[in-house]
Each structure stands twice: as structure tokens, then as C-alpha cells.
């Protein structure tokens, strides 16, 4: 099975739910990531996987480029904006929003940087 997890930037929700997936699924799941607007990997996701035991520094931010054209059997969007503009893909795969709030919102309301990631 191939999945994509597609959100605005690609900097945080859907890169961790790349690296989960892969983490728990290797071998049975291939899990990609991508965003509508990339605007490269957070540091703070970064730390939050590692502390976590999911090393995701070598994961880079992609656009809707990287992907155009793919096979998916499922796209899952993380969050609003990429559900209400999610592309068309080959194949028609089922498409499904899971939206999770955005740590770096999270983090300018009561929250650090830190315990807003740790919150994803």
C-alpha cells in the first residue's frame, strides 16, 4: 500500500506522519509526505521525532512536484488548507482529511515550541 500525507508546508504534521508510518508499517505501508506550499523541515520536529526515537533529519520537504503523477492508494490530508485543495492523483485513491492542529499555532497560544510538538 502507498500513502501520502499532504499538507501546507511539509515542515512538521505530515513529515511525522510520514516517519510514524514507516516506523510502525516498514515493509507493509510505503509512506510519502508532501505540501502544497513547502517551506522546509522544522527543527523542532526534528527534536520532538528524535526525543521520540524516530530520527527524521534526513527527511526534506517536497512539493506537490515530487509527487504529481504518483500511484497512491491513499492520500490522508493533515490539515484544512490542504484538504480543500488536495490535487487530483492517478488511480483515484481515497482520499481522507485527518486534520491535527498546527504545533507552530500551538506554540504562539499557551504552549512552548517544544510541548506544542511533543503535543503532535
Do not use: Y
Amino acid at each position: 500500500m502507498r500513502v501520502l500525507f499532504l499538507c501546507t508546508g511539509n515542515s512538521c504534521r505530515s513529515q511525522m506522519a510520514e516517519a510514524w508510518t514507516r516506523h510502525f508499517w516498514a515493509g507493509s505501508i510505503e509512506a510519502e509526505s508532501a505540501g502544497t506550499k513547502p517551506k522546509g523541515l522544522d527543527p523542532l520536529a526534528v527534536e520532538a521525532m528524535q526525543e521520540a526515537g524516530v530520527d527524521i533529519s534526513g527527511q526534506a520537504s517536497k512539493g506537490m512536484d515530487a509527487v504529481n503523477g504518483r500511484h497512491f492508494d491513499l492520500v490522508i490530508t493533515v490539515c484544512s488548507v490542504a484538504d480543500e485543495n488536495c490535487p487530483l492523483f492517478p488511480g483515484a485513491p481515497k482520499i481522507v482529511h485527518a486534520g491535527f492542529d498546527d504545533p507552530p499555532r500551538l506554540a504562539k497560544g499557551l504552549m512552548s515550541g517544544e510541548e506544542a510538538m511533543a503535543h503532535c
